[in-house]
């Protein structure tokens, strides 16, 4: 069966790639498993040193299950069959890896819209997931809100 890894970061944009994800799957008929994967950053020397790292680990998965509630919920309600994966580490390369581990067969990732300067300062996960991963990568943009047509009738707001 095709599988598909979708990133989850907790935000709207990754949900974006879920729905995305999920209209592949109901509109082309595809078969397919989503995997939910999840990346946290790996802790820094001093977190590891005052709290354990068996503790650190039980944050970031506790934390990464958090994150993914939403599109958990997308998926579970959509009837759809999916896993989900949480890792520790650089997160493109991570997820690169996190492809291949899982057998997946497609990556989708949301955009997170950064262009020109900032996004080349800040680096871009998902800039960096079309070099890297192994399989074909979908970037999926934010839709932006649609604006109503004004009718012409404003006599109510004088």
């Given amino acids: 069966m095709f ?3 979708i990133a989850i970061d907790g935000s709207e ?3 974006d790639a879920v729905r995305h994800g999920l209209e592949l799957m109901r509109r082309g008929g595809l078969q397919a498993t989503l995997v939910l994967g999840h990346v946290q950053e790996e802790a820094s020397f001093m977190e590891l040193a005052t709290q354990g790292a068996d503790a ?4 970031a998965v506790a934390a990464g299950r958090h994150l ?7 998926v ?3 009837g759809v069959p999916y896993e989900t994966e949480i890792a520790l580490g650089p997160v493109a390369a991570t997820l690169a890896d996190m492809v291949e581990n899982c057998g997946c067969d497609l990556l989708i990732i949301g955009a997170r819209g950064l262009g020109g300067l900032r996004g080349a300062l800040l680096g871009s996960v998902s800039q960096a997931l079309v070099h890297q991963s192994p399989v074909p990568v979908t970037v999926v943009k934010h839709a ?5 047509p004004d009718d012409g009738d404003d006599e109510d707001a004088a």
């Avoid at 993914?68 to 997308?74: D, K, Q, Y």
């Avoid at 932006?144 to 109503?148: A, G, N, R, S």
């Fill in 76 to 78: 579970e309600a959509a």
């Fill in 56 to 59: 650190v680990a039980e944050a």
């Fill in 3 to 5: 599988r598909i890894l």
């Fill in 13 to 15: 944009l990754a949900l």
């Fill in 144 to 148: 932006e809100p649609q604006e109503l």
């Fill in 68 to 74: 993914m509630a939403s599109a958990v919920a997308l």
